[in-house]
């Protein structure tokens, strides 16, 4: 054989291997399977019990929360109440409704709530 026809035997197979090898390599990329998944750990009982304590707990503090809410709502009804009696007993000649508008919202029970009752009802000598 002569070098041009050594020369382009060694091309041809240079192709024939590049094309075998791009046919396995895809060949071996389609069969490949897909990378398992790693399996999912059962939770174990003490995890199972730690998630539900958190839930309950979770679940109390809404129910605390609602709770104290309610709490300073009637806490707060009281004292208008209560303001609203001081301030009749004192000799308001206004409606109820509209002391419990105008009154200071404070505590009546107290030394400073009684202060700041009288301190209203002086600066506001016109409705008493």
């Known amino acids: 054989m002569s070098l041009k026809a050594d020369l382009q ?59 104290l809410e309610q709490q300073r709502a009637a806490l707060a009804a009281t004292q208008r109440e209560e303001v609203v009696g001081y301030l009749s007993k004192a000799g308001a000649r206004v409606s109820p409704a509209l002391l419990a508008q105008v009154a200071p919202q404070v505590d009546p029970r107290t030394a400073e709530g009684r202060r700041a009752l009288e301190e209203f009802r002086a600066q506001n000598a016109d409705i008493f």
């Open 9 to 67: 035997a060694v091309r041809a197979a240079q192709k024939a291997n590049a094309a075998r090898r791009a046919a396995n390599s895809s060949a071996a990329a389609k069969a490949k399977p897909a990378p398992a998944k790693p399996a999912q750990k059962k939770p174990s009982e003490a995890d199972l019990k730690a998630a539900e304590l958190e839930r309950q707990m979770a679940e109390l503090k809404a129910q605390q929360l609602a709770f």
